[in-house]
């Protein structure tokens, strides 16, 4: 996850130092910061993520509630694809490890997409000086990265020459929003997830051939992309998530919004992109429209099962602190403090 509360730089001079940053680990509490690119959108609250017993979840400050995410509620209740699982069977802890590692190249490839977003650019000379730099903050030195800048490369070609044939202009990019869960059977609001779309933007319709054609697609909307790395497919989580996000975006910018016509952003369709192995001078990659499919009584159960365990909410963080002292009792170093107070304290670090 990129650290999104960084200045985009100025110059190529800073770039390695900027993209440090980027690629450095974040806390286990740490502000999720939005980076909108249209002046009258503003989400009215801005969130925290904090990481628990593999869970990912988001605390709102003005309303001192914490939402689970979206990703985390299908990672836990959604069943592993067959192909995956078969993969582990196979070939046991070597697949974990080089399913962690495939999954490094992931984070590494879409921290660089949202930076290059922000840039506007983005230099392949430096693809091999990101590895490193990316490779050094992650302590990944001992991995066998070598094809890693190549594949870096064709990766990011395939999202900039999608973003070309589909004239795609960014409106939001990495943007937390919190998302209401209607019960489908009753209407009611029964949870409120939260989640962070990859991409909010205009988009067209279909890729043209004819340059003219292109500028002006008569089907031009307000999409969201996803962006994956993997080169095996999209799966039904996938689709789970673009769905779940989707509604989510419309409803804040109709309720939580104080913008004059709401519909003008709402969203129209919902895409998965990812690379693709080109060959020759051709730049491939796959780009899915998934709007077609309505998940809400799919998410909805896995919500309902997600809370049946306990996982919807945080109510304490163990806290370290203080001196520890040869001979003493750690009883006055160790304490669990109520999850939201311990996420005041690093809001009031982080705001001071």
């Not at 490094?104 to 930076?115: A, D, F, R």
């Not at 001992?142 to 020459?161: E, P, V």
């Not at 693709?276 to 429209?289: A, E, H, I, L, V």
Request: with cysteine; net charge negative; charged share 25%.
């Amino acid at each position: 996850m990129s650290n999104n509360n960084i200045d985009v730089p100025a110059s190529q001079k800073d770039f390695a130092n900027y993209m440090e940053a980027a690629f450095m680990p974040t806390e286990d509490i740490y502000p999720a910061e939005p980076h909108i690119f249209i002046p009258e959108i503003e989400i009215p609250y801005k969130l925290w993520r904090i990481e628990k017993s593999g869970i990912r979840y988001y605390y709102h400050p003005d309303t001192k509630n914490f939402h689970a995410s979206v990703t985390s509620i299908t990672s836990c209740e959604q069943p592993m694809p067959y192909g995956i699982t078969d993969y582990h069977k196979r070939y046991g802890y070597y697949a974990e490890q080089m399913t962690d590692l495939k999954a490094e190249y992931g984070n590494m490839y879409h921290i660089c997409i949202t930076e290059s977003i922000k840039m506007g650019d983005f230099d392949l000379s430096e693809c091999q000086r990101l590895v490193d730099i990316y490779c050094h903050v992650r302590r990944l030195s001992h991995h066998d990265t070598r094809g890693w800048a190549d594949q870096l490369k064709n990766d990011m070609a395939g999202f900039f020459q999608m973003m070309y044939d589909y004239n795609i202009e960014p409106i939001a990019v990495e943007t937390p929003i919190v998302i209401p869960i209607y019960n489908p059977y009753t209407q009611k609001l029964f949870y409120q997830t939260a989640g962070t779309p990859d991409l909010i933007a205009w988009v067209n319709e279909k890729k043209w051939s004819d340059e003219d054609k292109r500028l002006n697609d008569p089907n031009r909307s307000v999409d969201m992309i996803d962006y994956k790395s993997g080169q095996k497919g999209f799966w039904e989580s996938h689709e789970v998530q673009l769905d779940t996000y989707s509604d989510g975006w419309d409803y804040n910018m109709k309720f939580e919004m104080d913008l004059p016509d709401p519909e003008k952003y709402f969203i129209n369709r919902v895409w998965n992109f990812a690379p693709k192995d080109s060959r020759g001078d051709k730049t491939t990659y796959k780009f899915k429209n998934q709007s077609k499919k309505d998940h809400k009584k799919l998410f909805f159960g896995y919500v309902q099962n997600f809370m049946e365990r306990g996982n919807h909410d945080v109510k304490d963080v163990r806290n370290i602190e203080g001196v520890l002292k040869l001979g003493q009792s750690t009883s006055k170093n160790v304490s669990l403090l109520p999850a939201d107070e311990a996420v005041k304290k690093r809001w009031e670090t982080h705001n001071n």
